[in-house]
């Protein structure tokens, strides 16, 4: 009896370290893969990378190309994405998590966000040329791809709102209560405070996925011609990631385009690198325990 409760016991050690390597061997595999396109794109790309390409206009000339316009087009393309992810998300999640009843509506409602997570991105490109492009006559302006951008990221900050708002202990809201104070008074004073960490959290990572989105914006028509710097949020513009797809496609035809794609890269992904590096500080410096 002993000596079979023995063997089950090193089966199962034998299985956890098996495990263990293996998720090791997973994790590892994935980092290298990460360090050779890292290491790649930095080697052809750096030498390209210098104030007069981060201040200079679109060229024909490889030698003579900036992204100025560039940078200021994702600009104002986060400057659209923002305020109307932030605003539609977090009242939504609040909508569903204080003020919904639960039912099967509500229970419908929840499911299809959270499909939406998962819905390719070329899908939203579509929608937005319907809806925005055509059907508001938009074109292809910093408006039109800002708000296609919003609809792609929404679902993450719907969700990402709603955990954090879930995770507010409910005896708060009931102190809030016995004090008299109402339900959008609770809400406002009690239940966001608490969650902001958390909704701010998924906020950021969600423009982080928005500001490395190409699919959208090419389905819109979004042009990468020798354009002026936008001005306005009705004007014509490019993007950071749809400039990398369109001078690795001129790769073919100009073999410097690859080192400005590379640059371009390297300049999206330190963007992203700050983006989520704020959003890290943010959750530990105003995560709050109760």
Request: with cysteine; proline share 4%.
């Amino acid at each position: 009896m002993k000596s079979g409760h023995n063997q089950r016991v090193m089966i199962r050690r034998s299985m956890d370290t098996a495990m263990k390597n293996l998720f090791l061997l997973a994790t590892m595999f994935a980092l290298l893969v990460l360090g050779i396109l890292i290491y790649q794109v930095v080697t052809q790309g750096i030498g390209w990378l210098d104030w007069k390409f981060l201040t200079g206009k679109l060229s024909l000339n490889p030698d003579r190309a900036g992204i100025l316009g560039v940078i200021v087009g994702t600009i104002l393309l986060m400057v659209v994405v923002g305020p109307v992810t932030m605003l539609l998300g977090v009242c939504t999640a609040i909508y569903l998590e204080e003020y919904a009843k639960k039912s099967k509506l509500h229970a419908f409602i929840q499911v299809n966000i959270s499909n939406l997570a998962g819905v390719p991105s070329v899908i939203f490109g579509l929608l937005g040329l319907a809806v925005f492009s055509r059907m508001f006559n938009l074109g292809s302006s910093i408006l039109a791809g800002g708000l296609t951008m919003s609809l792609l990221v929404l679902p993450i900050v719907v969700v990402a709102s709603q955990e954090a708002i879930r995770a507010v202990p409910q005896y708060l809201r009931e102190a809030s209560y016995g004090m008299g104070a109402t339900k959008w008074q609770t809400v406002r004073r009690v239940v966001l405070p608490a969650a902001l960490p958390g909704i701010l959290t998924g906020f950021i990572l969600s423009l982080s996925r928005a500001i490395g989105e190409t699919a959208p914006l090419v389905v819109l028509g979004i042009p990468v011609l020798i354009m002026p710097i936008p001005n306005s949020l009705m004007s014509d513009f490019t993007a950071l990631p749809i400039q990398i797809y369109y001078w690795t496609l001129d790769t073919v035809l100009v073999q410097e385009y690859a080192n400005l794609a590379a640059a371009t890269i390297i300049v999206l992904l330190v963007i992203l690198f700050a983006m989520n590096s704020l959003a890290i500080y943010i959750r530990n410096k105003y995560q709050k325990r109760y």
